[in-house]
């Protein structure tokens, strides 16, 4: 499913426009962003929580040369499912 799949079926779903679900997604995904720029989390309960994960600085290998480089430190946004969204997939 790709963005306008997913707000169609928003609209479809709440019974508003596609407009209207287009800017309610805008809005979550600035205001998820917005908190993980922030170093913070967003926890929805029963669906899952996202937060940024701290990746430390490591070596790694150029895969066509084999010379070792360092990679730096970095953050990786992260979401894990939460317990009623994973037996939902699982059919429980």
């Not at 946004?77 to 037996?87: E, N, Q, S, V, Y």
């Amino acid at each position: 499913m790709n963005k306008t799949e997913l707000v169609e079926a928003m609209a479809n779903n709440a019974g508003i426009t596609k407009k209207v679900a287009e800017e309610a997604l805008k809005a979550f995904t600035d205001a998820v962003a917005d908190e993980l720029k922030k170093g913070g989390k967003v926890q929805l309960v029963g669906f899952g929580t996202f937060e940024v994960s701290e990746r430390a600085a490591r070596e790694g290998r150029n895969p066509q040369s084999g010379e070792v480089m360092k990679i730096a430190a970095s953050k990786a946004p992260k979401f894990k499912a939460g317990k009623a969204l994973k037996d939902m997939v699982n059919g429980k």
